[in-house]
């Protein structure tokens, strides 16, 4: 695509971020200018409990190019995310944060990049993550390792986030995933195609708080682990062989020592360390398959990933959103 007749959707999850949205909508303008017209800003109201909402709503009466997608609660940025991708009628499609943490001016470069026709997907990487607690750094740095460390076909990207662009092809292939559990960055990731990243330094909150405390992040972490990778289940088979060796051996040793020292009484340390060590293996190894089964029965129950109270906007009536032309479609 080398002309500029494209259209090209942002896709903006928003959680109680009423004091966001119009620096957002304002800093589009100002640092999309060139794009102006051929944007489309769909705002996904995660259950927000603020007047997100009503914010979202009244930049709909000003600007025609605000869709809402509005959820009948709160299902997660990646429901969200889902959504908002669904409803997306871009020729390429653009995630991104309400908070300013993804910089508008950025999705030039990334525009340039993928009219050049090289690439289906640009992914900006955080060089900077100063406007990040040291904590965070270190666990989100630590993650990536580990992530790739394990999971054999799907390489993250390291500092990469949901800040990219995608292309229509890439859009459509994420929307036939059926999966449930949806960590879109290793979603995009498995999708492939020809990508590329662009360094960007990444600023702090432009207003509210992060929506992410670290329990919420360690689950996040847990789902996309889980769901990239069998390794955590299939590694207590090599553990098992290995405690079954060492055990082997000690019975060699304690059966010898009987036959030629006679039966030795003491033995409650050993015998303790042995029961506990085993014990709390045997409880470890079992988590694990109860994550996987806890996820499976979310897979099996194939409830939809998020439900749409309604969609709102100029846009969304010309275009029928996704869920709603189906349902018409069947009936
Ligand atoms: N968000 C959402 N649903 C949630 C939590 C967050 O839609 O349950 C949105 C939030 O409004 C924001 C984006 O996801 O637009 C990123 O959230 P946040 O800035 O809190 O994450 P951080 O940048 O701290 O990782
Ligand atoms: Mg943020």
Do not use: C
Request: hydrophobic fraction near 45%; aromatic fraction near 12%; avoid cysteine.
């Amino acid at each position: 695509m080398s002309n500029t007749s494209f259209r090209l959707s942002l896709v903006v999850p928003v959680y109680n971020e009423e004091e966001s949205i119009d620096a957002f909508i304002a800093a589009i303008d100002d640092e999309l200018a060139p794009l102006k017209d051929q944007l489309e800003i769909v705002f996904v109201n995660d259950g927000s409990r603020d007047r997100t909402r009503e914010v979202v709503e009244q930049a709909i009466a000003r600007d025609p190019r605000v869709t809402l997608v509005n959820l009948a609660r709160n299902f997660g940025k990646e429901a969200a995310l889902t959504a908002g991708l669904h409803q997306a009628q871009g020729d390429a499609v653009v995630p991104m944060d309400v908070d300013l943490q993804d910089p508008p001016a950025l999705i030039l470069e990334f525009v340039k990049l993928w009219q050049s026709g090289d690439y289906d997907t640009v992914y900006g990487i955080r060089v900077d993550r100063s406007a990040d607690t040291p904590m965070k750094r270190l666990t989100a740095g630590g993650f990536y390792r580990f992530f790739n460390a394990l999971s054999s076909q799907t390489k993250l990207p390291e500092n990469a986030g949901d800040f990219r662009l995608i292309d229509r092809r890439v859009v459509e292939a994420i929307k036939q995933l059926p999966e449930r559990n949806r960590f879109m960055k290793g979603l995009f990731a498995w999708a492939g195609f020809r990508s590329v990243g662009v360094p960007y330094e990444r600023p702090a909150r432009h207003a509210g708080e992060t929506k992410f405390n670290y329990w919420k992040l360690w689950n996040f972490a847990l789902d996309g682990l889980l769901s990239f990778s069998s390794w955590p289940l299939r590694v207590w088979s090599y553990v098992g062989v290995g405690v079954s060796a060492v055990a082997f051996l000690y019975i060699l040793k304690i059966i010898t020592q009987v036959i030629f020292f006679g039966i030795d009484v003491p033995g409650y340390a050993s015998l303790m360390s042995v029961v506990l060590f085993l014990g709390g293996i045997q409880l470890i190894s079992l988590g694990i398959i109860g994550e996987y089964i806890g996820r499976m029965f979310v897979e099996v129950k194939q409830r939809p990933v998020y439900l749409i109270e309604g969609v709102y906007g100029e846009y969304a009536r010309r275009t029928e959103p996704q869920a709603q032309s189906k349902e018409q479609g069947e009936a």
